[in-house]
């Protein structure tokens, strides 16, 4: 069986790639305290003992309010950890998935979808030491596979607890009849983690560089779900357009799947995910 490496297995991604690939792969999912990807020398000597054949990298600081005031602490984190990962995999020969974000392309002026040979300038911390770290970890090894993720979900494990995602705040609003309020002025990718999950193993066989990864989306996230109310017959009245958020700096980071798709790897679209999932969840739940 090949050995699989995931970092960050604690967190929303990272625990469920390793209920995911267990089984198929023989995986070693430290925690933060067993590798601190911060320390090289203890990165170094997990490769040694376990020698993977794969890296899934997805620790990191993601919260990207905590990157505004905490820079210095989460640049350690996501620039430098992610570079020692992919240092570490290039030393030992392993093939190394990184997790970047949609956010590299918050501040572009590029109207329509993204493609990962844009020039891009971040307009926030944790971008930037996306960008950064996407930059390090190639040029420590240019085989790895750097996957910019757009805002991911889940509906099958609703009831655990966990930082809140896109469906799960959905949901829990609905249930307590709170108003659904949603920018007008955000348009991007939101994704089913599901798919990334099952997706990843096939990025294994790309060759080294940036891709995009995740659902494409041309709508604002306000006309997403009302589509997706439409299409579920779910009651609408409640949605109301949030014309404030992102109203002084509009934010389109959504992203091309075209480099993805030439390489036979495919996301349903946002709208098309959304309702086939939420035509799963029980209506009880709303
Ligand atoms: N979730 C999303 O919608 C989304 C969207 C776009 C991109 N991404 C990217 O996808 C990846 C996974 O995101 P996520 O939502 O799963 O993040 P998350 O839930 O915040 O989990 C982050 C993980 O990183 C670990 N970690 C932090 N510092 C560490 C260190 N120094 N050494 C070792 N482990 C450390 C944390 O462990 P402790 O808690 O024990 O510190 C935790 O397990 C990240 O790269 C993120 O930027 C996520």
């Given at each position: 069986m090949k050995r699989l490496l995931v970092t960050g297995a604690s967190g929303f991604l990272g625990s469920?790639?390793?209920k995911f690939y267990s089984g198929k792969y023989d995986v070693l999912a430290p925690g933060h305290s067993e590798m601190d990807i911060t320390d090289e020398e203890n990165v170094y000597k997990v490769f040694k003992n376990f020698k993977p054949h794969f890296v899934i990298h997805s620790a990191a600081?993601?919260?990207?309010?905590?990157?505004d005031?905490?820079?210095?602490?989460?640049?350690?984190i996501?620039?430098?950890g992610s570079r020692n990962?992919?240092?570490?995999?290039?030393?030992?020969?392993?093939?190394c998935l990184l997790c970047s974000s949609d956010q590299v392309y918050f501040g572009s002026n590029v109207k329509g979808l993204h493609r990962e040979d844009e020039i891009v300038s971040p307009a926030n911390t944790y971008g930037r030491e996306k960008k950064k770290a996407e930059e390090e970890c190639l040029d420590k090894n240019p085989e790895c596979v750097l996957l910019r993720l757009s805002w991911m979900y889940d509906t099958r494990t609703m009831s655990e607890w966990e930082h809140s995602d896109f469906f799960r705040t959905l949901l829990s609003r609905l249930q307590a009849q709170e108003d659904l309020c949603y920018p007008v002025y955000d348009v991007r990718?939101?994704?089913d983690v599901n798919e990334v999950l099952f997706n990843f193993e096939k990025t294994l066989?790309?060759?080294g560089g940036v891709y995009n990864f995740g659902s494409p989306n041309d709508k604002n996230t306000y006309e997403t779900v009302r589509a997706m109310f439409m299409g579920l017959k779910w009651d609408a009245a409640r949605l109301k357009r949030n014309e404030e958020a992102f109203a002084s700096n509009p934010r389109n980071i959504s992203m091309s799947p075209a480099k993805l798709n030439q390489c036979g790897i495919t996301f349903l679209p946002t709208l098309e995910a959304l309702i086939r999932n939420g035509s799963r969840i029980d209506t009880d739940m709303k």
């Open positions: 469920r790639i390793v600081v993601s919260d990207v309010g905590m990157c005031r905490e820079p210095e602490r989460s640049w350690k996501n620039v430098d990962i992919a240092a570490a995999s290039a030393e030992f020969h392993a093939k990718g939101i994704t066989e790309l060759k």
